[in-house]
């Protein structure tokens, strides 16, 4: 299996040698541009302190050459992938100061345009109140890694957001900027296959969040014909996925993820399956997180599939409920269930639990999912995520994944969210408009 992993990196390399027009003039102009800033420098190269990338960007901030501007883009991406850990911070602290907004300007152009309320003084606000780093990270975003190095750069900036909560600016520019960049309009779909690049069966492998893929034989269980795995693309990050969703083709609605994972199943058992399960749904880069394609992605599957099977029926998930211990573990249980339970219930989920337990957990779990709230949406991530997409609160299932992470975030419980094609849209306008949280009559009663 590994020989031929290796043949296919090796032959998709060859393939992979020949540039298209667009990107041999676009080279073109980067050495070009190169040539121009080692020439105007005393060095070859820049310094690599944090002071000399601050100054580096501040530098790309009033070029005007295109060919030298992207060079020196290129010199800060580079330079920023090559900043220590220790040095971020200190990074990000000057685009807050030294390339934020000025109050004083802001103030100004407000003043002006209290005196005299035309367009010009209204434009001139708006270009106040836009940040310089807005523009720095735009001149950035135009070398060749200039968009994976900022997703690199959020991703890192949001790790110190806690703890540095004046960094926020900084981080909701980086945010509005990508979901301009992110929008719908520039994904591709794809269906990964074994036949898929080895890069990005690479990429699948290592950003698999939900249930962890343990090489390439278990990848290609999960690729086989009984089973489907999408994924969404950026052009600006070539062959490097941003969301990507795990498929599996039944004939019922599952109620534990060990026998969909099983490598040994038949897969062609089913030649007309009727229902599709969502059992996995990966992001694959943290500096795209608040950056929402999650949703696109599973309607656009569903379309795809129909297309593929129209017989198929039942749409639905087998998700984790990833809130469920962190909440029950601080929570004051009282209310819901006997107080002989709550040492019980409290405890690391097992293999096997007394019956009463295991109800318990059902309960609290349903009561977790319907009433517990942050701010005005369900406390659960995966809960809000589904719930928000038009989806229903359909089963709950204890003893569903005994994996030691299923036990220690969810108590071994799974959670079905059915997509009833017919109803998606009016559920997800309820849920937005006015809190409402779809569930099947088995759900409700088992809150009573």
Not at 35 to 60: G, K, M
Request: net charge negative.
């Amino acid at each position: 299996m590994a020989m031929a992993v290796e043949q296919k990196q090796d032959l998709e390399s060859q393939e992979g040698s020949t540039m298209s027009v667009f990107e041999r003039t676009f080279h073109s102009v980067l050495d070009a541009g190169r040539e121009i800033l080692a020439r105007r420098r005393a060095v070859a190269a820049p310094e690599t302190s944090i002071d000399a990338l601050v100054d580096s960007c501040a530098a790309l901030l009033e070029h005007r050459g295109e060919a030298s501007g992207l060079a020196l883009a290129s010199e800060i991406t580079a330079a920023y992938q090559n900043l220590p850990e220790s040095d971020r911070l200190t990074f990000f602290q000057q685009l807050l100061t030294r390339f934020g907004v000025k109050r004083d300007d802001v103030l100004d152009v407000v003043e002006q345009y209290r005196g005299d309320d035309d367009f010009e003084h209204l434009a001139a606000i708006a270009r106040a109140v836009e940040a310089p780093r807005v523009k720095l990270f735009r001149r950035i975003n135009m070398a060749p890694e200039g968009t994976a190095t900022l997703v690199a750069m959020r991703g890192h900036l949001l790790k110190l957001l806690r703890s540095n909560p004046e960094l926020r600016a900084v981080d909701a520019d980086l945010k509005h900027l990508f979901v301009s960049w992110f929008n719908k309009g520039f994904l591709e779909l794809r269906q990964i296959s074994w036949d898929s690049p080895a890069a990005v069966l690479e990429k699948i492998i290592d950003y698999e969040a939900v249930h962890e893929i343990n090489g390439w034989s278990d990848l290609r269980s999960r690729l086989s014909s009984d089973r489907r795995c999408f994924a969404f693309f950026h052009p600006a990050l070539v062959d490097d996925p941003l969301v990507f969703v795990e498929i599996a083709l039944t004939e019922d609605v599952p109620g534990a993820i060990q026998p969909l994972l099983r490598q040994d199943r038949d897969t062609n058992s089913q030649d007309r399956p009727s229902t599709v399960v969502f059992y996995s749904i990966s992001n694959c880069h943290p500096g795209l997180a608040g950056v929402s394609f999650g949703n696109f992605l599973i309607k656009n599957v569903v379309e795809e599939l129909q297309r593929e099977m129209p017989w198929l029926k039942t749409f639905v998930t087998l998700s984790p409920v990833p809130g469920y211990r962190k909440w029950l573990l601080k929570a004051d249980l009282s209310e819901w269930i006997d107080a002989s339970l709550e040492g019980a219930v409290k405890e690391p989920a097992g293999a096997v639990m007394r019956s009463e337990v295991y109800d318990a957990h059902l309960k609290l779990c349903a009561h977790y999912l319907l009433n517990e709230k942050s701010g005005d949406a369900p406390r659960d991530p995966v809960a809000r995520f589904h719930l928000g997409n038009g989806a229903r609160l359909h089963r709950i299932h204890g003893g569903a994944d005994l994996s030691p992470k299923g036990r220690e975030q969810s108590a071994g419980i799974m959670v079905n969210y059915l997509y009833d094609l017919s109803k998606i849209e009016v559920n997800h306008e309820a849920f937005f408009d006015q809190g409402k949280i779809v569930a099947s009559r088995g759900v409700q009663k088992m809150v009573g």
